[in-house]
């Protein structure tokens, strides 16, 4: 209970909620094990598919909220700041989150059959296009922070965080569709 409680204090957060569960799941299953452990002196099979469980159900519900709330039909890549019943609060597109939901949609393409999907190839391609286009400066190995709904630049940081999750995108997308574009990076 103490766990689902964390997961929906962070739907309130833009994107992150999928990598928060990708990064809290795993300390919460080990915790739960190590205290099956402590008191069994041994998880279970039964104790470790509960968790896988949960962490599928987890997963489809994520992937089923920003499936059909963060698609920007309209102008490409993903709104992200969004209420937990997916109302836009604001259409500022950071590129931090912009490569973040791409290489999460690749990522999942790449690894696991049930989200090896021509939809969520296209949605990862779509907010590919995105950050090429508009979030990465052309001719320079920066990107840009934050844009606009439509992807004008609004702000350029000094920190790497966009550029970091840009290249990891773009890694991740590449490895989806063997199309040499994505193999650019920021050269």
């Known amino acids: 209970a103490n766990f689902l409680s964390e997961i929906k204090l962070v739907y309130r957060e ?11 799941s795993p300390a919460h299953l080990c915790s739960s094990l190590a205290h099956a452990e402590h008191e069994n002196n041994m998880a279970t099979a039964e104790d470790i598919g509960k968790h896988i469980a949960l962490f599928e159900r987890e997963l489809e519900a994520v992937m089923a909220f920003w499936t059909a709330h963060s698609h920007d039909s309209k102008h490409g890549g993903f709104l992200h700041c969004l209420t937990e019943s997916g109302e836009v609060f604001d259409t500022i597109k950071y590129g931090w989150v912009q490569g973040r939901q791409v290489w999460m949609y690749a990522k999942l393409y790449n690894t696991l059959p049930t989200y090896k999907t021509p939809e969520i190839l296209e949605a990862a391609v779509r907010g590919g296009e995105f950050l090429l286009q508009h979030v990465k400066l052309h001719n320079e190995k920066r990107c840009y922070f934050a844009v606009t709904e439509e992807g004008k630049p609004l702000q350029l940081q ?20 063997g199309d040499s574009k994505y193999q650019v990076g920021l050269g």
């Not at 833009?14 to 569960?21: E, K, L, N, V």
């Not at 550029?163 to 773009?170: D, H, R």
Request: with cysteine.
């Open 14 to 24: 833009p994107f992150i909620c999928s990598i928060a569960r990708q990064l809290t």
């Open 158 to 177: 000094r920190k790497p965080y966009t550029e970091l999750f840009f290249t990891m995108a773009m890694t991740e997308l590449y490895r989806a569709t």
